[in-house]
């Protein structure tokens, strides 16, 4: 008997969603024959939460079925209701699965006006009503074994996506049952139970032992996983831990064994005798500290006849030298299982009952408007920052309001200070190059990513069309190069980016270069910074002069400009609404969308005042400019003029300029950064999409060439021809010598009394194979834990 850990059902208390739902259609959708359409659905939904949730289900796929579609049918329902406790209030009520006393503790029922809450819910029965079916099924056929390792992983996929969704769907502490802690390491069991049926599945089958001895090490390791997560929960029975534990020294014993005739076939003796004491130092484990849970009898008795053969074997033969386990070579690990990614609709018999409440139109009217909204954000944004990077421009280039402050001649104007201390503030050059330094670092790293992802295509694709021009029409299944159209496509288009990127980088360090001197003093200390700018004659006449204080005046109201679009452009960036209910409505009323007319109509209503208010700060500036520029014409008048006020001048001015050029320069700078590390993570997808697409071509090639080969194996080698009748009945002559045996190994009823030997890696039709491993025995119950552990008997 092989035991196998089932989760039990929450329960949930009758909802009434007929009248909510009912009144939300009648108050949302004027037409008659719509509403009776919409009603109708809503009753139908009634109807599949009753099935799904007011009725013991039976252990069975049917059952599983109508859970499934019911959470497909919530996840398509949940977008086109206003569910929440201030408009469309549904309050469910759920039961902790885990009374006290049992494996989880946790708060016997929570009632939350939440759909998110109702789907967590739903689902967790889904994932544990497929661990059920996994148990009930018989792994003693080839069948069974599929559909319980399919169940296991769909269980694990389930449990796994409410630990990465639950705290997210319910916005307070969920009950223990659901909570992340507990259904992550519902996951891990769940997955080790699969790998623990692909181990079983590939013992039934003979495969390979080294293959076999990956499975049950992986097995193991996952096992262990488990039982890591379980053991520092205080509210964990005593049976969990057991069995747990168990199972991983049991699959350690599995994997050592296959490992040592392994070792074995290749004529390393010692190492499967040390790799035969270790499998049995690892059952005797089993049997005395958890022989209450697990009985491993059978493996025990398998394990000891193995290491008595190999030690008489080896004392009297080979004496092969018998090494440490610790020196062994480490075990191969083969992970054939998968958590099974939840996307909805998981149901294959899902139809969304209200799929003409929000049909694709909506979406894509949806989709278009949140474009033409950002475009037009971006426009009036990016409107006022070129405006302002003209006004700073011109403000540069006329030494403004440095001019101003440097009457005396010989200090450093105080904006020129200010500049200087922000540079410095922000890291100066240092950061900068830092910034400069791990671009191209970021960039390598994007580059070996996508690439990578490609060559992993190309070396699959590569395969199949070797495999193709050998088996011509044999190889009957899609080209690798169609197959992998979409995702060349999408790696063509990021390389595009990343060579854009890379121009964009190098216009941003050639702007660096231009500006570095100029920025590396303004990070100088101010005593040399004052040494490093030309001094000039002394202008004091004109600080009391009616020009300066005009220019003052003028530099003030620019600067008010200025701060008044900081806030401009806060206001625009804030402007929210919702366009899904015009489109909805336009829909009910008119049958189709004019999503232009109705996004531009908004557009204008929304932005159309901002717009206004953004060229009237253009106008005003324009105006203020031209007011500047006239006023510093005559300030210059005034000012002596000579080579030392000139080149004093110009040195203030490409300060003034490379403070600017800083503040851009780190602002692209910080900006590309970011852009490649959020780039970093869409590659790594896309590099997970690839490899899980190679690795499914990869195990159907392996089936495919399996096929062929055996069907290749079955054709003549040459065509039918007649036998001469002479041949037919030969003349009697002496007795022939009994031909030599076909296979080297000895029976288990030798005179010799020796052990079966383990059959070849390989297996022909009629080849009489050695007994394969038992899964290890359980008893029939675990006590305590009657309704999380149920018993699987596998045939002996």
């Known amino acids: 008997m092989a035991t196998f850990i089932s989760v039990p059902l929450k329960k949930s208390s009758e909802v009434d969603l007929v009248k909510p739902l009912s009144k939300f259609v009648t108050a949302t959708y004027p037409a008659a024959e719509e509403q009776a359409d919409y009603i109708r659905s809503v009753e139908e939904l009634n109807k599949l939460r009753k099935s799904a949730l007011g009725r013991p289900l039976d252990k069975h796929e049917s059952s599983l079925e109508i859970l499934l579609r019911y959470y497909d049918q919530l996840c398509a329902v949940e977008p086109k209701f206003p569910f929440s406790e201030n408009q469309l209030c549904l309050t469910f009520t759920w039961k902790d699965a885990f009374d006290k006393g049992s494996l989880f503790g946790g708060s016997v029922k929570l009632a939350l006006a939440s759909l998110g809450y109702e789907k967590t819910c739903v689902l967790f029965n889904g994932a544990a009503l497929a661990s059920q079916i996994a148990s009930e099924q018989n792994l003693d056929s080839d069948e069974g074994l599929k559909a319980a390792a399919k169940y296991y992983q769909l269980a694990s996929g389930a449990f796994g996506h409410i630990k990465d ?7 307070r502490e969920p009950t223990m049952d659901i909570s992340p802690e507990t259904v992550g390491t519902l996951s891990l069991i769940m997955l ?20 076999i001895a990956k499975l049950a090490n992986q097995t193991a390791d996952f096992y262990g996983d488990a039982f890591k997560q379980c053991q520092y929960k205080e509210n964990l029975p005593k049976e969990v831990l057991p069995v747990l534990a168990a199972k991983h020294c049991i699959m350690q014993a599995n994997a050592e064994l296959h490992q040592s005739l392994l ?27 958890y022989d209450e849970y697990v009985s491993v009898k059978d493996l025990s008795d398998k394990i000891s006849r193995a290491l008595t053969a190999a030690k008489k074997d080896n004392d009297f033969i080979y004496h092969d030298r018998v090494p440490e386990v610790k020196d062994l070579e480490h075990i191969g690990k083969a992970a054939l299982v998968k958590a099974t990614a939840i996307t909805p609709p998981l149901s294959a018999k899902f139809t969304d009952l209200f799929e003409k409440m929000v049909p694709m139109a909506v979406q894509q009217s949806m989709s278009v408007y949140s474009q033409r909204k950002a475009e037009t954000v971006n426009r009036l944004v990016g409107t006022m920052r070129e405006a302002t990077n003209l006004c700073n421009g011109v403000l540069a280039s006329l030494n403004l309001p440095a001019a101003l402050e440097d009457l005396s001649g010989d200090s450093i104007p105080q904006s020129i200070v200010e500049k200087a201390r922000a540079i410095v503030q922000q890291g100066g050059l240092q950061s900068i190059e830092q910034l400069i330094r791990d671009l191209p670092e ?10 990578e992802s490609l060559k992993m295509l190309g070396d699959e694709e590569s395969t199949d069309s070797e495999l193709r021009s050998k088996f011509s029409q044999r190889w009957n299944r899609t080209p690798s190069g169609d197959l992998y159209k979409p995702l060349r496509a999408e790696g063509g288009n990021f390389r595009s980016v990343l060579d854009k990127a890379v121009q964009a980088d190098q216009v941003v360090r050639e702007r660096y270069n231009t500006h570095c001197e100029m920025i590396a003093l303004l990070c100088k200390p101010e005593a040399e910074l004052t040494a490093a700018i030309p001094s000039a004659n002394p202008v004091k006449t004109l600080q009391g002069s009616e020009v300066v204080s005009v220019l003052r005046s003028q530099l003030a109201q620019l600067e008010e400009v200025k701060k008044e679009r900081e806030g401009l452009e806060a206001e625009i960036k804030g402007v929210a609404f919702d366009m899904s209910s015009s489109f909805l409505t336009a829909l009910a009323q008119d049958g189709a969308i004019n999503e232009e007319a109705l996004s531009m109509s908004q557009l204008d209503q929304s932005y159309g005042n901002y717009s206004q208010r953004v060229q009237a700060s253009l106008r005003s500036q324009e105006e203020l400019l031209g007011k500047v520029q006239a006023s510093h ?11 030392e006020a000139n ?31 959020d780039l970093t993570e869409i590659l790594l997808k896309f590099q997970n999409k690839c490899s899980d697409i190679v690795f499914a071509r990869k195990t159907e090639r392996d089936e495919l060439l399996k096929d062929l080969q055996q069907s290749i194996a079955r054709e003549p080698s040459a065509p039918s021809f007649n036998v001469p009748a002479y041949q037919t009945n030969p003349a009697p002559t002496a007795a022939d010598p009994n031909p030599a045996p076909r296979t080297v190994f000895v029976s288990s009823q030798s005179s010799m009394g020796s052990t079966p030997t383990p059959p070849p890696p390989c297996f022909t039709a009629g080849t009489k194979h050695a007994e394969i491993i038992r899964s290890p025995t359980h008893k029939d119950t675990v006590v305590g834990a009657k309704n999380l552990i149920c018993t699987h008997q596998t045939k002996g």
């Open 165 to 171: 969704t639950v705290l997210s769907a319910l916005n």
């Open 192 to 211: 080790a139970q699969a790998q623990e049926v692909f181990f079983l599945k590939a013992t039934s089958d003979k495969m390979k032992d080294a293959i």
């Open 263 to 289: 070792a074995k076939q290749k004529k390393r003796f010692g190492e499967e005798i040390a790799r035969l004491q270790h499998a049995t130092e690892l059952v005797k484990t089993v049997a005395s500290r």
């Open 442 to 451: 970021l960039l390598t790293r994007n580059r070996e990513i996508l690439e």
């Open 633 to 643: 014409q005559e300030f210059s008048k005034l000012k002596q003029s000579n080579s």
């Open 647 to 677: 080149d004093r001048e110009e040195v203030l001015k490409k300060l003034a300029s490379a403070h600017d050029s800083y503040v851009e320069i780190t602002s692209n700078l910080r900006e590309g950064t970011k852009f490649y590390n």
